[in-house]
């Protein structure tokens, strides 16, 4: 019998050697007490959250969860349904409606994750001849759902916006094309040019989807995303976005303005088959969507937050993935994956979590110590996190 | 119609700023196996082999090329 998972053998290998010089294993951790969206309890330990994408901290806000209570009073535990058959519930339609009026779009459709919103959208849209031209360093959310679907996969170098058109204009001009591209990148933190880009796929005829997972409720003058930011929102067909991370629940979205978008009930599979999300979700989101378009003071401390961060760290002198604070998503660089792991465990144990990113998420094989800021982070722990930083890095070797 | 000797040096050429290890190039190299490239390097190298050709390789295309041989039939394919 050949077993099927020896496959996996050089990464179990990979795993064991890292365990054995002795660092903690960095993707089992579990957090025992959640006190806010910027404190948890680690290994009984009070830490400091620096790694959730709880950009907005809406995941304790109080009206949020009021009207999550309530639906769980009033509409039970769960749908048991798809969509489409006994799973669409009033929190559903009035989330949709909340998106509708945030995007200031015609259409909305909520998914039980943001990884499904892409898996079906991309899949869906793009069938057998056409094309989809992607950013190299695209979630795998975004790559997935191509697999999933029968289009030819164009890839380009990331953010490169010459790369794009070359490839746009070598494609037959008659052939359905879907230029797939994200406002902020989340390993690095960096904003695409998507002005440009949206200009040169126009041209070339392409429908164009925007992934905003990053960037809903701070950036653009709304809060609706970098494609806002720069001025371009009604060029984009198809805004995909997440409730995981400033929306501070879990769940998927599409917002678009296409006239037929609506059919995408009936013929997106990861839509139809699966269950929708449970009623305290979807009123829980509803409510924190509506507070997301009223905050601009709390936009505004978060991105001081970021820009602190930012240069704090690199007076520290260590590397980072922008040359300036582009969003919430500050990137160390470590210099390679046992220094990182060795970091990472030293930042914890000084009552500081960040993500441990490495190959094949990162880009350039690249191994990161991912930092996400909070509106909720005073600027008392921000600067504790500068000294955690610092004591960590230098008991490291790493400045 | 590109002669295949043709095709094979002119990709042969393009292939050698990558050949880290010199290895000895033939129809039968293998990109993954025998020139040992990450994807980084495969993503550069068919950026290349496009911009040389005017061509576009999906993904799709690319993950049925395994060695140079492979490489040279779907260039010709594509620019025949």
């Known amino acids: 019998m050949t077993d099927l998972f020896s496959k996996f053998d050089a990464l179990i290998a990979q795993r064991e050697g890292l365990l054995a010089t002795g660092v903690k294993d960095p993707f089992s951790l579990v957090m025992e007490e959640v006190k806010s969206p910027t404190v948890a309890v680690c290994n009984g330990k009070e830490t400091i959250l620096l790694g959730t994408y709880n950009y907005m901290g809406m995941t304790f806000d109080d009206d949020v969860i009021a009207a999550g209570k309530k639906a769980l009073d009033e509409f039970g535990a769960g749908t048991t349904g798809s969509r489409v058959l006994n799973g669409t519930f009033q929190g559903h339609k009035e989330c949709e409606d909340a998106l509708k009026e945030f995007y200031d779009m015609k259409h909305a459709m909520v998914f039980s994750t943001g990884y499904q919103a892409n898996l079906g959208i991309i899949s869906t849209i793009a069938g057998k001849g056409d094309y989809i031209i992607l950013d190299i360093d695209s979630h795998a959310s975004i790559y997935d759902g191509c697999k999933m679907g029968d289009a030819e996969i164009v890839a380009f170098r990331h953010n490169d916006v010459e790369a794009l058109e070359k490839r746009l204009k070598r494609l037959p001009a008659e052939a359905g094309k879907l230029v797939v591209l994200e406002g902020v990148y989340s390993m690095l933190g960096d904003v695409a040019p998507l002005k440009e880009m949206i200009r040169v796929s126009k041209e070339a005829g392409a429908m164009v989807l925007v992934d905003e997972a990053h960037s809903m409720g701070f950036i653009g003058e709304n809060g609706r995303g970098v494609a806002e930011e720069q001025g371009v929102l009604d060029d984009v067909d198809f805004v995909i976005g997440t409730f995981s991370k400033s929306v501070g629940t879990v769940g998927g979205f599409c917002v678009s303005n296409h006239p037929k978008f609506e059919i995408m009930r009936l013929v997106c599979r990861p839509y139809v088959f699966t269950a929708s999300l449970p009623p305290a979700v979807v009123a829980c989101s509803a409510t924190s969507i509506r507070k997301l378009m009223h905050n601009s003071n709390k936009r505004a401390h978060l991105w001081e937050n970021s820009k602190t961060l930012h240069k704090g760290l690199r007076d520290l002198g260590f590397q980072l993935g922008t040359p300036e604070a582009q969003s919430a998503i500050i990137a160390v660089i470590m210099p390679d994956l046992e220094k990182g792991a060795a970091m990472w465990e030293a930042l914890l144990a000084n009552g500081l979590y960040v993500n441990l990113a490495r190959p094949p998420a990162t880009p350039a094989g690249m191994t990161l110590l991912r930092c996400s800021l909070c509106a909720e982070h005073t600027s008392e722990q921000v600067s504790d996190i500068l000294d955690r930083f610092e004591r960590a890095g230098k008991a490291v070797g790493i400045i | ?80």
């Open chain 2, 1 to 80: 119609m590109t002669d295949r000797n043709e095709m094979f040096d002119r990709l042969k050429d393009l292939i050698e700023p990558f050949n880290k290890k010199e290895v000895d190039v033939t129809e039968a190299t293998t990109f993954a196996g025998d020139l040992e490239w990450d994807s980084l390097t495969v993503m550069d190298f068919v950026a290349e082999v496009e911009d040389s050709f005017d061509i576009v390789i999906s993904m799709n295309l690319q993950a049925e090329i395994e060695n140079v041989g492979h490489l040279v039939d779907a260039v010709k394919k594509l620019t025949d």
